[in-house]
């Protein structure tokens, strides 16, 4: 099974973020494999494991996302593909699908190709559905359980109020959970093999795109801080509190 | 702050990052419910064997990582310095395995050594007993022929892990009294005749278990005998050597660890309406702190760099032992000192490592004894 598994090198999102021009500053700022991902990665790799295969990590970002992708390797990834290329700077959901999908083309023959539900850093949730679009594979979003037999994939799909089982032909795309595995740790002889894997340095010109398709056609209107939050209610008890939190209850319909 | 990495090359930075990574979610979380339900941390010990540092100085061909001591002390370092008690275990586990690396034979690194490196098996080392404790050559535990091989009895104290080990390094009487008449066996757990007779309520470092152990009549083959009849003192020593820059090296992860809170306490609490810290009689005392600290790492590395070299480092090991582990206790102490009130209360960590600082004291030659090795050395007595 050929698994391809999109990986983001974000800024560590336990330190807290600055902006600089209406985006999230990146350089100079320590980076890690988006949290996110590595969930992908575990995907990716247990899948492997149970139907052999290749592991392939692709990323769009600049030259340190790699550390991204040595992570992914020294979990055990078989290999990784980079796109880095100064036009790219602050790229869209769109372009970021349209480079990613040129980049999984190019990689060659896919059966899966996993991403996180959505990027710790960005949040729009958006890119996983037109990578698939532009892929042309069905795809199935929000995967917390995942089998994988005779060329299908079912999985278990988390909605608001339970999942639902959904069956899929390969080849396919799927977003993954926080839920879905426990990703393990990188072992030290798998940082030492990751040094040794083979990683592909690609830049727009090498995917064929023209620079109409990389042209981000999002624009950032104003970027603000969220409302903070009220403080709660405090009921004191005069002999009427349980009552009055039942009313508020209520009145929230919790109960 | 933790400690410099500057200087490193890129494997032991990645090497130090993982850990740093497993110390951080799952080491220190969990150090203080297992040191306050004195339970052996096994879950973590069996985490160290998948994250492939449980042989790190050992050669590859025998499942080791191949690395360098000095590199191996980086990780006991920050091992102590989320949690002790898990890096004494790591470092007594490497005590057994370099023995068997050392002295072994061909099917002893086979059937031992690989499972030691992977992980798959937890190593002890057995030398004191009730009557033998610095004067350990004195050791009475018989090993008498029989059978073809061996028939151990006698009982042995102070065994860190001793019944949770998978193969204790068992030192025993095979010959005339003195140093001369000691061998070393390797002793599987669940032998018929071996076992854990008591464990022992500590002071500190109460997740680490110390036991006292039994042998009746334990039967031990020959492909179980580490070296020859013999030499097993020159053995135990040979060990000791190296452990003892594990032992620097907790006391340095272990001192940093007390610095590092005293240093977030301090700049926090406020007294007279300033920080603690912002007083220069605090700022000395911490200078202090910082300053031996970073003697001491630098002594044990040296050794270690020695030891990587092929030269000869047991003089610097006994001054890495002894000055590491006293910079700890002083350390320890001073970080109570400046929590006040709370550094003498469990809600805060120092008061715990004041009491595991003083067992480092006392273990792999009490500093008493690292100074009678000093200054034999010295003088050539
Ligand atoms: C928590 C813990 C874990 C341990 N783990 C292990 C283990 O895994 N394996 C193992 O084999 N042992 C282990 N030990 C034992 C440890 O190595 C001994 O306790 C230590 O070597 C001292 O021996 P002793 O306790 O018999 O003290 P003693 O030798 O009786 O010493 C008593 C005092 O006399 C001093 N003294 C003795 N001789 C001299 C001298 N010639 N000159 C000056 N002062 C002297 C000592 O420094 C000490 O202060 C452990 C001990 C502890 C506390």
Redesign the pocket.
């Known amino acids: 099974m050929n698994i391809v598994v999109c990986v983001k090198h974000i800024p560590d999102p336990n330190i807290p973020g600055e902006l600089e021009g209406g985006r999230l500053k990146r350089s100079g700022v320590q980076g890690v494999l988006d949290p996110g991902d590595e969930f992908g990665v575990e995907t990716g790799l247990q899948l492997k494991e149970a139907h052999g295969g290749e592991v392939t990590l692709v990323s769009m970002g600049p030259p340190t996302a790699m550390e991204a992708i040595r992570r992914g390797l020294s979990m055990g990834a078989d290999k990784g593909l980079l796109v880095s290329d100064d036009a790219l700077q602050g790229a869209c959901a769109l372009v970021t699908a349209r480079v990613l999908a040129a980049a999984i083309k190019k990689s060659g023959p896919f059966d899966l190709v996993i991403a996180g539900v959505e990027s710790t850093d960005g949040y729009t949730g958006t890119m996983p559905s037109t990578l698939a679009e532009l892929l042309d594979v069905p795809q199935v979003t929000f995967v917390k359980r995942l089998d994988s037999a005779d060329g299908t994939i079912r999985a278990d799909r988390q909605t608001a109020e339970g999942y639902q089982v959904v069956e899929s032909p390969l080849p396919a795309l799927i977003t993954v959970t926080a839920g879905v595995n426990s990703p393990r740790y990188a072992s030290f002889k798998g940082i030492m093999a990751a040094k040794k894997k083979p990683v592909d340095n690609l830049s727009i010109g090498d995917l064929g795109l023209s620079s109409e398709e990389v042209t981000s056609m999002q624009q950032i209107a104003s970027v603000g801080s969220a409302e903070a939050r009220k403080a709660g209610e405090v009921i004191e008890d005069d002999g009427t509190g349980a009552q009055r939190v039942a009313e508020f209850l209520k009145e929230a319909k919790v109960i | 702050m933790p400690a410099d990495l500057r200087l490193l090359d890129d494997d032991e930075r990645s090497l130090v990052g993982l850990v740093r990574e497993f110390c951080d979610r799952e080491a220190r979380p969990q150090s203080h419910d297992f040191e306050s339900k004195e339970q052996d941390p096994a879950p973590l010990y069996r985490q160290l064997a998948e994250l492939g540092i449980t042989g790190i100085p050992f050669p590859e061909e025998h499942g080791g990582a191949g690395q360098s001591y000095s590199t191996y002390l980086l990780v006991i370092e920050e091992l102590a310095h989320a949690y002790l008690s898990l890096a004494i275990g790591l470092s007594?586990h490497t005590l057994c395995a370099f023995a068997v690396n050392q002295f072994g034979t061909d099917a002893q690194k086979k059937e031992v050594l690989a499972r030691l490196t992977t992980g798959e098996w937890f190593g002890?080392?057995?030398?004191?007993e009730p009557g033998?404790?610095?004067?350990?050559a004195a050791l009475s535990t018989k090993a008498a022929r029989s059978n073809g091989g061996y028939s151990l009895n006698g009982g042995?104290?102070?065994?860190?892990?001793?019944a949770e080990a998978d193969v204790v390094l068992m030192m025993a009487r095979t010959g005339p009294e003195g140093a001369r008449g000691i061998t070393a066996f390797l002793l599987e757990k669940a032998t018929p005749g071996f076992n854990g007779a008591k464990k022992?309520d500590?002071m500190g470092?109460r997740s680490?278990p110390?036991w006292s152990l039994t042998l009746d009549d334990v039967e031990v083959p020959d492909s179980r005998r580490l070296g020859d009849e013999g030499i097993g003192f020159k053995i135990a020593l040979a060990s000791l050597d190296s452990g003892r820059l594990g032992i620097a090296a907790c006391g340095i992860g272990l001192a940093q660890a007390a610095l590092d809170a005293t240093l977030a306490f301090t700049t926090d609490r406020e007294q007279f309406g300033r920080p603690v810290a912002a007083n220069e009689g605090v700022q000395f005392m911490l200078a202090d702190m910082a300053t031996g600290i970073e003697a001491g790492r630098r002594l044990y590395r040296h050794a270690a760099r020695l030891r990587d070299a092929g030269e000869d480092y047991s003089l610097q090991a006994a001054q890495a032992k002894l000055f590491c582990t006293d910079v700890a206790m002083k350390v320890t102490t001073d970080a109570v000192q400046l929590h006040g009130g709370y550094g003498y209360i469990t809600e805060y960590p120092v008061e715990r490592f004041m009491r595991e600082a003083k067992?480092l004291q006392?273990?792999?030659?009490?500093?008493?004894?690292q100074?009678?090795v000093i200054g034999r050395r010295l003088t050539g007595a």
Do not use: H, M, P
Not at chain 2, 124 to 128: D, E, G
């Open positions: 007594v002890a080392y057995s030398l004191s033998s404790g610095s004067d350990a042995k104290v102070f065994c860190t892990r001793g022992e500590k470092w680490s110390t067992g006392i273990v792999e030659g009490t500093n008493q004894i100074r009678y």
